[in-house]
């Protein structure tokens, strides 16, 4: 955000620090700085102020706090206070209070639209924005300096009362630019889904917090005002602004909540400088609160404070800290009770208010110790459960695999998806299991696997919150006598049950096409407290070597030989003829008769460079037939 030194020093009693010491301090206690400039008889610096602290932040008079905290110099508050005569002809109502939480409302008669004093243009052109006109340049002067984005109506224009409401189905709104006249692109946008409107008995005039309508737009010609200083839901306002991708700075501020005390404030201002720059007359106000935010209060010891930032601090000093903030607070039996500003949500624990004192003490002054050795190891039951299954599931031939969490259906879906089949959270693994079994099998001959068996272990969400799941599958690339899937499933994880020391009837479920999935949280519940970490053992080391990009192709061949043991032989004759195409060869059967042995091989070739063609693999498999048939006693079946 563009900050104005001479905007600030409007808000401190004191005269501000020299540039460069201003600058050091306020990174070394609050936000970076990415650059600063001189801009006529100002000086401009761009602070990077991160989510945490857009609450309060996004705003001179907020930055202005800041450095009176890190400087210990004087909060000078200039919003006008003054007493405003509740208006008579101003009808205001709030539909939904989770919408709006606040509208406060201004009528002002007479004004006149024109230029802005040179004071105010030279403020708004300083960081960064254009002069409009003096209406215009008000509502942004307020926002820039307070952190209220404000909103301006020509009252002749308006039908009826204003209420603010969530859009009905049906309804459209034509969009003013950033200029305050019609979008030059003409948009307009369909409402209904959910978003907050202000509107009058015509229907909706502004998307609430994010662009206004050119239905009731200020023109030159507007004689008769209405200020709108609202606040509204952060989330609602997030999600409008993305959907329509209207985002601005008032929805910025919006979409990071604010406090609603801001709206008074706001509104207090802009009156003020409208009746002195824009001439006019006020008429009234109205402020509609339905229900106001709560007190918020946090306690912190100086015990827990020197622990957290492992240095002895005094009494004084986190008074002298407490004060420069121009928090309120009291001391109850050596506990620091401090009362939230409303406009601090990022202050909600302990531990926000023990970062607050620490950055103002200084981080400098933070000597960094070697941290105490805990007597006792702590464990973390489901780490060592998780560990169990894996170790003794990849010892029984599984392997484990990720799968998205993202997925094209389930309970909870995606406010903003990344995809259109990445739209839900998943509330099952076996779905993906199911899926990775088929993209497996495709590859078993490649791999020289007869089953393929893989796990996952991960986060499942229902509809009842977030759970734990564990999932096996298995199936075969070829039937195997005597072996099923289902069967290999249950007997792997009843083994898996005797080691965690769990009864196996506890946490079966129906086995789906070679695919088990169980509730692993019930899992670590009911394991064994004796259970300890696996001393994984060093595996055989094994060598890896890049995937050809290109298909595999496989060919069986059978060969009848004199006797038997003639395995070794059959093997070199079709290594002779492959050479580096051949990835894998097996023997998949054997069967004698009349002193003769059959011997049947799968090859599995592929190239590295390219898609082998279909003579290329003749031509090997004729090689390897000759010379075979050339043998005496053999024949190539």
Known sequence: MLISKKWIQDFIEEKLPETDILVDGIIMHAF???????????????IKILPDRNHYALSHRGIAKEICAIFGLTFKDIVPKREFPVSE????EIEDGKLCRRYCGAYIKNIKIDESPKWLSERIEAIGQKSINN????????MYGLGQPLHA???????????????????VLSLLDATGVEDKKGRVI?????????ADDSGPLVLAGIKGGIKTAISKDTKNIIIEAANFDPAITRKFSSLYNLRNESSKRFENEITPDYAWDGLEMCVDLMLQIAGGELEGVKDIYPKKFP??????????????????????NIVTILKKFNFQYDVVDGVYIISVPSDRFDIRIKEDLIEEIGRIYGYEHIVSKRPELFNKQRENKRLIVESVIREHLVASGFSEILTYTFQPKGDLEVLNALASDKSFLRNTLSDQLSEALVQNLRYADLLGLSKIKIFEMGAVFKKAGEGLSLALAVAFSKKIKGESPDEDILKTLERVCEVLGVEKTKIITEIKNGVLEVDLEKLIELSSDD?????FVDRDIKKYSAISQYPFSVRDIAVWTEGEGNENEIEEIIKKYSGELLKRVSLFDV???????SYAYRLVLQSMNKTLEENEINEIMNKITEEMNAKEGWTVR
């Open 32 to 46: 970076e700085i990415e650059s600063f400039e001189k801009v006529g008889e100002d000086e401009v610096f761009d």
């Open 89 to 92: 002809k101003l009808n205001i």
């Open 135 to 142: 209406i215009v340049d008000i509502t942004n002067y307020v």
């Open 153 to 171: 109506f020509d009252m002749d224009k308006l039908m009826g009362g204003i209420t603010a409401r969530a859009g009905k189905e049906g309804e």
């Open 190 to 198: 369909e409402l209904g889904q959910g978003e907050c409107v202000i």
């Open 295 to 316: 007190e918020y209060k946090v306690g912190v010891s100086q015990k827990e404070i020197e622990q957290l930032l492992g240095v002895n601090i005094t009494h004084e």
């Open 531 to 535: 259970l300890v970490m696996p001393k």
């Open 591 to 597: 069967f004698s008769k009349d002193g003769k042995t």
